[in-house]
C-alpha cells in the first residue's frame, strides 16, 4: 500500500510539472535561450583567446627561424675565420632553436586542428541559435492566437476573459439598450396620445374646430382658390 501511496504521489508531482511546464513553455523558452546564448558567447569568447594564442605561437616561431638563421650565417663565417670553438657554440644553439621549432610545430598543428573545430562548433550553434529564435517568433504569435481563441477548443482560466464571452456580453448589452429605447418610446406615445393636443387634433379631425396645423389637404386648397382668383402664390 506504501509503495502505491508512493507511485502515486510521484505520478500526481510528474503531473503537476509537466502541466506547469506546458503552461509557461514559452517562458522556459526564453530562458533556455538566453542561457544557450551566454554559453555561445563563452564559447565565441574562448576562441577568440585561442586564436590569439595560436598567432603568437606563430610568431615565436617565426621568430626561432630568424634566429636560426641568424646563427648558421654566423657560424658559417667563424668556420671560415678558423674559429671552430665559436662554430660549435652557434651549433649547439641552432641544435636547441631547431628541437624547440620541431616541438612548437607540431603543437602548433594540434593546436590549429583543435581551432577548426571549435570554429565548427560554434557556427552550428550559432545557426541553432538561430532557428530556435525564429522558431520563438513564430510560437509566440500561435500563443497569442491561441490565448484569444480560448473558449471554442480548451476552457479559459477563470480570471481571463475570451472573445466569446466578450461578444455575448456586448449582444446583452445591447439587448437591454434595444428594449429601454422601444420602452421610451411606448411611453413617448402614450404621452402623446393622452396629451390636450392630442384631444384638439382628433376633434378638428372630426370637423370640429380649425386645424391646429395645416396639413396637404388645406394648403392644396388654398392654392386652387389663389388659382382661381388669378392671385400670385
Known sequence: MLKALITLMRGQAAAIGEEIADQNALTILDQQMRDAGAALDRAQKALAVAIAQDSREGQRLQAIRAQTADLETRAVAALRSGRDDLATDAAEAIAGLEAEHGASAAARALFAAEIAKLKGHVRQQQQRLLQLEHGRRIARAAEAVRIAR??????????????????????????RQAAAETAEAALDALDVAAGPAA???????????????????????????????????
Open 150 to 175: 480560448r473558449g471554442r477548443v480548451e476552457t479559459a482560466p477563470t480570471f481571463a476573459g475570451t472573445l466569446a464571452e466578450a461578444e455575448a456580453t456586448l449582444a446583452r448589452l445591447r439587448e
Open 199 to 233: 384631444v384638439a387634433d382628433k376633434l378638428a379631425a372630426e370637423g370640429f374646430g380649425p386645424r391646429r396645423k395645416p396639413d396637404s389637404v388645406d394648403v392644396l386648397a388654398r392654392l386652387r382658390q389663389r388659382a382661381a382668383e388669378g392671385k400670385p402664390a
